[in-house]
């Protein structure tokens, strides 16, 4: 990469062309309300959103090739159109400028393959997303407090790709909700990435044809709508999610370490069930693939089972199904050399290759042995590898949790697991995704393995940062994660009891939790706050569900949607999402707001400072209403208590009874709102005709005028909503 020295630039553009031909030629651009800005000199480009300055020019160059600006030859007066230029150096290539709503999309083609391309501006400030790699800011912020920080200013990191540090699950998109824009590189190859409040750089290493830059507008319903629209039309999708995955779950990993098997599995499930919790699904393993030989030591020993471990493999899933759950096992992209289909995908040209066009052999996490990688965007290797998954299927496998890892050293395309994912959701197959590029294509994002000897303010951060980053379908990992992978010993200790109250309670607010170290292996005590979370992620599981289906339409993190994102006007939501404040707040749909105790002191706490935002709150548990717009200093949270909040629209869904009801709180505003069902999308449209503001009695009447039955159930009011019906509601 050349330097890039802005004196030796700025000249080296003044030779090419007169100061004053320069200046009359600028392009100006608009469309929909879009104003875009370039001088001819350096590409210095700004972008106006409704009559202001949104994104601002840098003060050097907009555009470079190999670190030297790009200064046009040309140019143009409407959208969408396609200008040339040539760097001082000799480089050259073509910009191409379309403006949508909210949307502009600028598009670079290096005359030379390879070429380092750089596009840059003014900086902004404060910046959030980046998925994974928002958690990595010891290792590339250029800020004193290296903090976890779902801030992520002063990030600067020119190698950004998959598989550093902890990073799997990757998006390069930055939101500026309080500038009101966002920006993304879509390139699944080594990109550039610097954030700060002095500049804002978006690139890549190396350019493998067009190179497309995405600026995005609005407030943040427009800003991820398009963003939405833009990784569909690049390919990486956003499916829609099974209501399944969004249940309790139950892990093999977390309950039994590496002791498991068919009667260690059974008997753990069996317990749970008989104790309360009400799962919905369970990862099974891990080893069940055959002890020897080790060359079968994979979850791609595709339909090898261990037979001494599982000697009826059928008959056990079978039991699952008729305990009404959905059955997973681990799955990797990862063949091991000496495997049993290792020498078939060697032959055909399934695996990724190495210089000399044989199959490369890796090593990493794991496997421990050599394996080879399955070449996922090759279409025959893909359905080889599907055919291969249908072994497992056969069985009565019908999702997977998604777990290559440990690859850091090599340079692996982001996406390199996507088409799998893409193949098995279409399938109706539950996915748990945890590697992955702008794609949402499992049911549920998955935070790295979150454990008992880790810092705790990374869980939250890391759940956020996804959510920001448009993965709101968060799975924080295992109840209690694994202790290093040793588990808990039997010498319970108090700090133990309080992690796994706090652990449980934070991770029965996200989109979905797995249950894994015994509940019974605790004091009763710890066992019903446990059980007491499973419980009420059980009960909002349908409310969650509607809005994660909501996400897969409109793109925006219902599930989890931070309060910067939600309100991005209020200054008071800014600047807590960190590990001094240990403020993790969040809503979840248009109803709920989650205010957990959690972070690195989990065992000393007993109160936190909650925001509450514009409008009324009331809390889920007691019924106590407090006014918005205030924080509520040292609020007490107990371990035991239900931290949440109903405002908004005051109504949500929820599993009460084995039903499922529409739940109408008397803080509801005047209004409309639409729910859905779990199993039928058709939309209900509740209207509220009044503020119910401390309502004694709710009537509800559908689209004929007919009263439908509604009783009072704790705080809220409830009643069974039909799909595809209409509803009016009213007080006395």
Known sequence: MLPFRPSTAIMAVAVLLPFSAIAQSNIQLSSSGIAFHAERAGTRFSIDSNGSRTVTASPTAGILINGSPLTLTDTCTASPCTLHGKTAVGEEATVSVRIEPHHVALTVHPAHEGAEVRFVTAGASPAYGLADHAVEQKQFSTLENKQFNTDVTGFKDDIFLSGQGLTRLVSNFII????????????????????????????????????????????????????????????????????????????????????????????????????GFPLRWIVVGSGFWPAQPESMHETTSFGYWDKDKYPDPRGMFQHFKDEGLVSMLGLRITFITTGPYSDEGAKHGYFLKDASGKAESFTGGWPKMPYYLLDSHNPAALNWYMGLVKKWQDYGVSGWKEDFYGYGKYPLRDDKVDPTNDRLMAQNQLIIERNGYL??????????????????????????????????????????????????NTQRTPQMETYMMRNAMWASLHSSMGMGEPPWSFRPEVANVMRKAAQLHD????????????????????????????????????????????????????ALLAAPLYGNDYATATTRDIYLPAGEWMDFETGTIYQGNQVLRSFSLPVEKIPLFVGGTGITLEKQDNDVFACIYPIALKGSITLSLPDDPRPIRMTVAASLKGARKVVVKDHAGKEIAASKAGFAYRFRPVAGESYTVTSH
């Open 176 to 275: 500026y909700p309080k500038q009101g824009f966002a920006e993304l590189l879509i390139d699944p190859y080594r990109k550039i990435v610097h954030t700060s409040s002095n500049e804002i750089v978006q690139g890549v290493e190396h350019a493998h044809g067009d190179v497309r830059m995405h600026y995005f507008f609005g407030d943040p319903h427009a800003i991820y709508a398009a963003y939405l629209a833009a990784r569909n039309a690049a390919g990486y999708r956003v499916m829609t999610p099974k209501y399944a995955a969004f249940g309790v779950g139950w892990e093999a990993f977390g309950a039994l370490g590496w002791d498991t098997n068919q009667k260690t599995d059974t008997e753990s499930i069996d317990h749970y069930l008989k104790d």
């Open 439 to 488: 794609s949402s294509n499992g049911d549920l994002h998955r935070i790295n393995d979150f454990n008992y000897n880790q810092d705790q303010d990374r869980g939250p951060v890391n759940a956020l940062a996804l959510a920001y980053a448009g993965f709101p379908l968060v799975y924080p990992d295992i109840v209690g994660g694994t202790f290093g992978e040793s588990h808990f």
């Open 539 to 590: 009960r909002i599981s349908p409310y969650l569900f509607q809005y994660g289906r909501r996400f897969a339409t409109d793109g925006y993190p219902w599930t989890m949607t931070p309060l910067p994102i939600a309100y991005p006007t209020d200054s008071a939501v800014y600047g807590h999402e960190n590990a001094t404040d240990h403020r993790y707040e969040w809503l979840i749909g248009e």
